[in-house]
DNA sequence: ACCGGTTCGCGAACCGGTTCGCTAAGAGTA
DNA sequence: TACTCTTAGCGAACCGGTTCGCGAACCGGT
């Protein structure tokens, strides 16, 4: 069932069923309810290749997502899913691009052929090839978290930097003079991976800031991780009595490999995270956390993409998200 | 750029362009290296629109993904990726549909205009409209999880009735006579989710079948639900010394909830989960349990949709997974 | 020199929409 | 009645590819 269908069965040019459609020349009455008519009886939809080719955009959105063996969080799976009820909600569609081993075939596909009219890209490091790529193609997009050339382009990114440094504070504030942090995996870093980043410059100048005594330790996505980057803190520095993380994934494993070697939460140790309230709340004490807004995020990067579509030479949108922390059970003076 | 910007400058006709590039017909070799030449120093790539549109097929499949409301499992988060992944490395792309408030909506507009050549459907439910209407229209496509009317079309998924029975056998074995059943929500049971169903229904034939006292009890997706659930199955059954339960989300609020009500895991209560390893890992005791292997499932989907689409009139797919259970520290014989 | 068979490039039609310019019919005015 | 203006439908061109039929050029064989 094509318009040309629709056209012969109603009487009346292609052209005349495309206006009843789009409604954007006027169409008399008659003719108007005798095409919806027969649109209505044969469940007539139009094309969206075919439209798609004729206006030269796919309403169709890219989101670039990070390959599997990073073991996806759950932030980031919520965000996928606010990332594709907010498209729809606007109508459009959202093709998911792999990025990975040979990351750049996806990627590369879909901007070539353009199958999409803009691209949201995730997991986005301080140098990142893929940014510098849409920028060279002038193809519209949106990062989360901010690049290294921040200003060039539309980014939504949660202030690792502020978390952390308000984090410190608090746990400055409550006596804590000797305070770890655990960050992500040290190939993120390495990789200038934004918040991993940024939160170990933002502990360090806090740690100068407020003259403690700090110690900052990547930590692989998982609980077995977790425990060994216990121990390296108390052989680095024993007299450690708070850690601040955000690495989500282990934090499960911190609390036991806490427990395990003999030190109660928050009695002997403080534990402040960054991390989803679902995980933070699980755990026996329940951790004081502040929570990574994944659903708002995904709405403000679609909304931000469709702007710039709408708007090429608009502003470009700049949202730098801070959720408060919400204290639980596991924070408490420096003990002695 | 397009193709006849191509041809023009190779001094050739669009059609050479075309059979140089799909390598259709034969082309002299002269004009050959003269046409790949020009396309590699222009950096040209055929738009993916126009060839669906001419060939009648977008290379694309769709994914119909549970709304976010019932918060996404990390199974069902790895799934996503694994299909992604999967679809990728056949050089087709992932076009994501949220079924939701109106689901509808997206849904209908990826079938209607034909943005994919087929599509997966997530968390199937035994009566599912979505699949009716699939069937009705003759779209390819296949669901994670059984239908009712499971011959019909292609599926790939996880033997819970199998797991379930295999799972009270060796509780069974370990000398337990009462033993109770963590579902999931009431909610998906009513709406007849296959997995929660075909849960039910197995634990209720092994129990009668090895003459055990069982309870089941539903349970909403997290741990404040699980507490309840503890709560009313002791209620109901003070006796239960074992409990099996296919509900992930809740799994860590279930051990608290048993550590919080005095009983020991596993001296005073078994317990047996279907749940990943990573999860079911960083629980303490570690939890003994069958893992959802999401990433092969993912790929099972993908292989057997494109199977689908080369072959429509093949035979449909239909693999069953039963991964095995893993002993980890959560089991011991019944005591006394 | 003629013939039948290959090889290979070209042009045109097509996929299913959108959009622009033209014009016939009808309304309004003098 | 003649003239202008507006309204609304039609046809054709276009988006950027693919595919089919045609025929020119070239081949070897007699």
Known sequence: MNIGEIARRAGVSRSTVSYVLSGKR?????????????????GYRPSATARA???GETRTLGLVIPPMRHHLSVDQLHFVGAVAEAA?????????SPSGQDRDRAFERMLG??????????????????????????FPFVTIGRTGSGQEHGWVDLDYAGLVSEGVGKLHALGHRDIALVNRPQELLDREYGPAFRAADAFDKAVVELELHGVARCCDDDDDAAAACVEAIFAAAPAVTAILTINERSLAGLVTALAERG??????????AIASARNAMSLR???????????????????????????PEGELAHVLLSPPFVDRESLAPRPG
Do not use: N
């Open 26 to 42: 006027q169409v008399s009455a008659e003719i108007r309810d005798r095409v919806t008519a027969v649109i209505e009886e044969s």
């Open 53 to 55: 080719l004729a206006q």
């Open 88 to 96: 729809a909600d606007h109508d459009y569609d959202i093709l998911l």
């Open 113 to 138: 052929e353009r199958r999409v009219d803009g691209v949201i890209v995730m997991e986005t490091l301080l140098h990142d090839s893929r940014v510098s790529t849409l920028i060279e193609r002038g």
């Open 263 to 272: 030190s109660r939460v928050p009695e002997d140790v403080s534990v402040l």
């Open 285 to 311: 004490p329940k951790v004081s956390a502040a929570e990574v807004p994944a659903e708002r995020m995904g709405r403000h990067a679609v909304e931000a993409l469709l702007r710039r579509l709408a708007e």
